[in-house]
């Protein structure tokens, strides 16, 4: 967000988010976010170009806190000179907490978000892109850390190694949306296997 964003222009976003939060990405209609925030039409196409601009901005800004709020406990997690007993262990409980059965809304959600850059504009999917790689890039800067500690198979290439762990950790989001889930019991030890290999 902006440090001089004009009130209505915010306004208009987090009743978005709102709207969004209740009823999806396309289940209201501009009708429904004017009367809801009190702004008027003639207000919303001074501030945007149309109402897919509001809806695409919304997007990008729940992404892009829910992603920040990520990359600061995993920042936390890690602490600043972790032995490599602790790393490992984190790494291991990083990924054993984001894929349990209680985080599959949150699952479903950044997916069905990344989804909508699909069917965005240029400019919503560079948004996204950007702060997806930044999400890869963080991960990344920890398995080189785990490397130079020597947690981490030094042949495994860092910025490879990251974007696996997620697609493991979101993979998951197919068994959430199968008719028979597969129960944390099941799950997290094969996954904890997976990750075995990557692990000096």
Same mark, same amino acid.
């Given at each position: 967000?902006?440090?001089?964003?004009?009130? *209505?222009?915010?306004?208009?976003?987090?009743?978005?988010?709102?709207?969004?939060?209740?009823?999806?990405?396309?289940? =209201?209609?501009?009708?429904?976010?004017?009367?809801?925030?009190?702004?008027?039409?003639?207000?919303?196409? #001074? #501030? =945007?170009?149309?109402? *897919? @601009?509001?809806?695409?901005?919304?997007?990008?800004?729940?992404?892009?806190?829910?992603?920040?709020?990520? &990359?600061?406990?995993?920042?936390?997690?890690?602490?600043?000179?972790?032995?490599?007993? #602790?790393?490992?262990?984190? &790494?291991? !409980?990083?990924?054993?907490?984001?894929? *349990?059965? #209680?985080? !599959?809304?949150?699952?479903?959600?950044?997916?069905?978000?990344?989804?909508?850059?699909?069917? +965005?504009?240029? +400019?919503?999917?560079?948004?996204? !892109?950007?702060?997806?790689?930044?999400?890869?890039?963080?991960?990344?800067?920890?398995?080189?850390?785990?490397?130079?500690?020597?947690?981490?198979?030094? @042949?495994?290439?860092?910025?490879?190694?990251?974007?696996?762990?997620?697609?493991?950790? =979101? +993979?998951?989001?197919?068994?959430?949306?199968?008719?028979?889930?597969?129960?944390?019991?099941?799950? *997290?030890?094969?996954? &904890?296997?997976?990750?075995?290999?990557?692990?000096?």
């Amino acid at each position: 967000m902006r440090d001089t964003e004009h009130p *209505t222009r915010t306004l208009l976003v987090a009743t978005a988010t709102n709207l969004i939060e209740r009823h999806g990405p396309t289940g =209201f209609t501009v009708e429904m976010l004017l009367q809801e925030s009190g702004v008027s039409k003639g207000s919303l196409y #001074h #501030h =945007f170009h149309d109402f *897919t @601009d509001v809806l695409e901005e919304s997007v990008v800004r729940t992404y892009l806190t829910s992603l920040e709020e990520d &990359l600061a406990a995993l920042a936390w997690m890690i602490g600043e000179n972790p032995t490599p007993k #602790h790393l490992r262990e984190t &790494l291991l !409980a990083i990924v054993r907490l984001s894929s *349990t059965e #209680h985080r !599959a809304t949150q699952r479903m959600r950044r997916v069905h978000l990344l989804s909508m850059s699909d069917h +965005g504009t240029p +400019g919503m999917r560079e948004k996204l !892109a950007h702060h997806e790689t930044r999400s890869i890039e963080a991960l990344a800067e920890i398995v080189r850390k785990a490397q130079e500690l020597n947690v981490v198979r030094g @042949d495994f290439d860092p910025v490879a190694t990251a974007a696996i762990v997620l697609s493991l950790v =979101f +993979g998951r989001v197919i068994s959430d949306t199968s008719e028979r889930p597969i129960p944390d019991e099941q799950w *997290t030890p094969t996954i &904890l296997k997976f990750l075995d290999a990557v692990f000096v």
